[in-house]
């Protein structure tokens, strides 16, 4: 009887568990197929509705599906609600632009000034240089000033001179003394032969109350000052009015600054200059601008701006190295728009900033192509494009356009608007923003000679030994490294260029040598990275225009570097030695280009 009652109990639980399966089936069939259905009713009712990839946004399509890159599905784009928004406008939150750090300001007009930094040194009035000549033909019998610096004063006998000449002149005069009264003319001619030879009427009546010939005679000197150079020995023979000595009064000296092409539109006559003496610690000298070139120095590329400065105690003196900042004004502009560097993206061919705005809905930014004008130190002077009142963004703007290349909407790389650039178009790897910022500025290959060539190829091999430096984290010696390319970099002679390879090669080089100046400068081993970083992209680009000489550079590219922006350098190898980290990431980067 318990085995029968156990066999029924099995029996009932087996046709439980089939009814109860049956049942979900269809439950379930009757349940899903009426929502099925009216999903996809709902779908094709949706005649505007476009579907996009949450991974690639530059994906539309009519209809949902999978992702041609990634393959996931593909979700509806929801539509702007905004119709008062310009369709080609960028839509932000405020959480979207503190997370992208995006900052706004209004943009103003002023008078455009800027700082601009000059380099010189001291210089001899060329006024006050006189060269004391000898005014006797002969030999150099004894100098009584026989070193540079020293000082004479005014009819100071600084030399003695045998003149067999002028035995023969004081023989005459002693003939034509005796004749005197016959031929007065001929004894005042002989007495004028010796006046010519800078004798005066003293030394004259000296010798005829004498009645005999002296061999030497004593040279003074002309004017007081300081002997720069002294250019006779004793023994050695002279012509008469041949120079002995030259002579310098220190009393005012010149300042010589040194004015760059691209400075010059700032510089004028009359601008007051505030400098510094290296060797002079504290002191602070003011003058102003007396003189200009009117011509550039065909290989330096630099004018000459002249200060005339007083020189009590002669503190300044001649070779001295000084620095001066003009507070320049450009000329025939006043209320000019100037905004901040950092609100510009400069493709090399466009310029533009993002313009804001605001509705009921939210912020929203607005890509502007502007014209620049001349730059101000951390300012462009905007020549078109913007007008006073309005806002743009002065931070952030590479986040504000790439959210505008991810939403296909016109942007720094694609003025048109469209499908946006990512890293499966070269490679698999995002591009970072000096990428992207490169794309636009490839620059034009010019044909240029050997010797130019050369030359930038001596650049490159200084640029090497501060790259190193900077492997090593070595601030010190990357300081003495820039001071050295700096002084390649103004050796490259620009008058083998012409056109716009000259152009081209000029904007370059104010570029490069305002980021070795800094880095000379800083004894911060991050700041001097942060300028590195900046000199290696118009770098890459310098090298790519006018080439090396039989010289292989690899182009080198870290995306950590730069606070993870990503940051290039050039070697010599193809081995990664990273400038950017040193030893905390030595191998960390990968060769990008080889430049041959």
Known sequence: MKIKAKAQTIIIVVISLIFGVLMGYIISTSTNQPISTSANQHISTSTNQIWTCSMHPQIRQNEPGDCPICGMDLIPLENEQDSEIDPMAISMSSTAMQLANISTAMVGSMNPVKMVRLNGKVQSDERLVYSQSSHIPGRIEKLMVNFTGEYVNKGQVIASVYSPELVTAQEELFEAQKIVETQPQLFNAAKEKLKNWKLDDEQIEQILQSKTTMGTFDVQADV????????????????????????????????????????????????????????????????????????????????????????????????????????????????????????VMWTGKRSVVYVKSQTDNGVNFMMRDVNLGPALGESFVIESGLQGGEEIAINGTFSIDAAAQLAGKPSMMNPSGGPAMTGHNHGGEPMSQNEMEEMEKKPEKFEVGTDFKKQLTQVYNKYLMMKDAFVESDAHEVMTAANELSGSLKNVDMGLLKGNAHMTWMEYLDAMKKSTDKISKLMDIEKQRNEFAKFNLTFYKALKAFGLSNTTAYYQYCPMAEKDKGAYWFSATEEIRNPYFGDAMLGCGENRETIK
Do not use: C, H
Not at 244 to 266: G, H, M, Q, R, T
């Open 224 to 343: 007081s000052g300081y002997v720069t150079k002294k250019m006779v020995n004793p023994g050695d023979y002279v012509r008469r009015g041949e120079a002995i000595y030259e002579i310098a009064d220190l009393s005012k000296v010149w300042l010589l600054f040194d004015v760059y092409e691209s400075d010059i539109p700032w510089i004028k006559k009359g601008d007051k200059v505030e400098f510094t003496v290296a060797s002079l610690p504290g002191e602070t000298y003011t003058g102003t601008i007396s003189f200009l070139d009117p011509v550039i120095d065909p290989k330096t590329r630099v004018a000459k701006a002249r200060i005339e400065v007083a020189n009590p105690g002669l503190k300044l003196k001649p070779e001295m190295f000084a620095s001066g900042n003009v507070e320049a004004k450009l000329p025939k502009q006043s209320n000019a728009i100037v905004v901040p560097k950092t609100a």
